[in-house]
């Protein structure tokens, strides 16, 4: 499945600040790095897309749906990680907060077992189920945050930094997980630029405008050599 | 940590949230409501013993958990029994602890979400007044699961106070640990929203 996210001339204002700038964009490819400097609209564009954010002006669509007049639906279709895996366990155990992710799809709790224990396993989480969550290490945290996010099983995937707290190893645990081959899209907002080139497609933001996208290479060549200057 | 869950599969473990909850609350209500006796205290004292042998918890258990409320066994203790016989204190004192570890063996044996889909159901009644109850069940989630984050938070405050050379104070804590506690709450609730609650 390709990913079909479209913004059309989307500004946000938080503040006095101009966080997005007449974003204009067509993604539809599957695996999507979102690049560029802190500051530069990169979270605040995934956030929009996640409907965790209202535009001030545009139109923003994923997969035909409007993150902010059709907010259930958009949670539906999306699941987000972000970088700070202890702001997202809502749960005790690894079990629990895994779980919690289903509470809303009231599912049979059979269904809802069977989905916990096939997410665990398949994130490497089985024998720590019934660990307190907070008591894991950062990495661990962090791939039971992408549990939570995959485990309702969304279309398409946005992780704002999800390696930012995390040792190089944790790290590319993460960064394999987020980009093995799986159905559903992927945007991922990293200051990773080897991550970057591991995807489809780039976009390189500078000051709440999108200066460029395309082949991740070219992207990530345009934005280092912005740096050296 | 507040996670007091303890995985087992005894009886107590499988036996439905809600009937555990309805039960473990009339025999903490039978030894809050005893005499202040010498007789009371050993029945309250004993009542406590079996409800953690019957269901193979184990008096180990029972033992953490009576030095996790040493504070509290300090401070009732020691204000009744300045006013009070030594008798009642020490019957006050035994009552109080007996109700507050059977109580504990809820949390113990039940994973939360069964509790809180035991409480939304328990509560279900008050939806015609307009109260949420999956909401209600909701925020005492959160509120469990955050008290290590805050307890954390504040470390990391103070680390960073002394590493900056500054002086322990009051002010000088809260400050910075409200910001930060603050930041983790927006960052709680986006969380929240993604994961379709909100």
């Known amino acids: 499945m390709t990913a079909s996210l479209v913004f059309d001339d989307v500004s946000v204002r938080l503040g006095d600040r101009l966080a997005l700038d007449s974003v204009s964009l067509v993604l539809d490819r599957q695996r999507t790095a979102v690049i560029g400097a802190n500051g530069s609209g990169k979270s605040t564009f995934a956030r929009v897309l996640g409907g965790l954010v209202a535009p001030s002006g545009g139109s923003v669509s994923v997969f035909g749906v409007d993150p902010v007049r059709q907010a259930s639906a958009v949670r539906r279709l999306v699941g987000f990680v972000f970088s700070n895996p202890d702001a997202q366990i809502i749960m005790p155990t690894v079990a629990e907060d895994a779980a919690f992710s289903l509470r809303s799809e009231r599912l049979p709790r059979a269904e809802s077992a069977e989905r916990v224990r096939l997410a665990l396993a398949e994130f490497g989480l089985t024998e720590l189920a019934d660990r307190a969550a907070h008591d894991l290490s950062g990495g661990q945290k962090q791939l039971l945050a992408l549990v939570g996010a995959v485990i309702r099983r969304p279309q398409l995937l946005i992780a704002d930094e999800p390696t930012a707290f995390l040792d190089a190893r944790n790290s590319r645990l993460i960064a394999d997980h987020l980009l093995a081959p799986t159905d559903r899209s992927l945007v991922l907002v990293t200051h990773d630029l080897d991550l970057a080139q591991r995807c489809d497609v780039a976009v390189l933001f500078e000051d709440g405008r999108m200066i460029g996208h395309g082949d991740p290479a070219d992207i990530v060549a345009r934005y280092e050599s912005s740096l050296s200057c | ?198």
Not at chain 2, 16 to 24: N, V
Not at chain 2, 30 to 43: I, Q
Not at chain 2, 61 to 77: D, N, P
Not at chain 2, 160 to 187: E, Y
Request: hydrophobic residues 60%; glycine residues 10%.
């Open chain 2, 1 to 198: 940590m507040l996670t007091l869950y303890r995985p087992g599969t005894g009886w107590l473990h499988r036996a439905p949230a809600g009937p555990k909850a309805l039960a473990l609350l009339v025999i903490v209500l039978a030894v809050s409501l005893m005499p202040s006796t010498w007789l009371a205290a050993a029945v309250g004292a004993g009542v406590a013993v079996a409800c953690y042998l019957v269901p193979r918890i184990g008096l180990a258990e029972l033992g953490r958990q009576i030095v996790a409320v040493r504070w509290i066994i300090v401070v009732t203790f020691g204000f009744q029994v300045i006013f009070l016989p030594l008798e009642s204190a020490t019957a006050n004192t035994v009552r109080v602890v007996a109700a507050i570890v059977i109580a504990a063996l809820l949390v113990l044996t039940t994973r939360v979400g069964d509790l809180l889909d035991a409480f939304e159901l328990g509560l279900g009644g008050f939806r015609r007044f307009g109260l949420d109850p999956a909401r209600v069940a909701l925020v005492l989630a959160v509120a469990i699961t955050t008290v290590p984050v805050l307890a954390r938070i504040a470390v990391g405050v103070r680390e960073s106070q002394r590493a900056r050379g500054a002086r322990a104070g009051i002010r000088s804590f809260v400050i910075p640990f409200l910001v930060v506690s603050l930041k983790h709450a927006d960052d709680l609730g986006d969380a929240l929203t993604a994961r379709g609650v909100a």
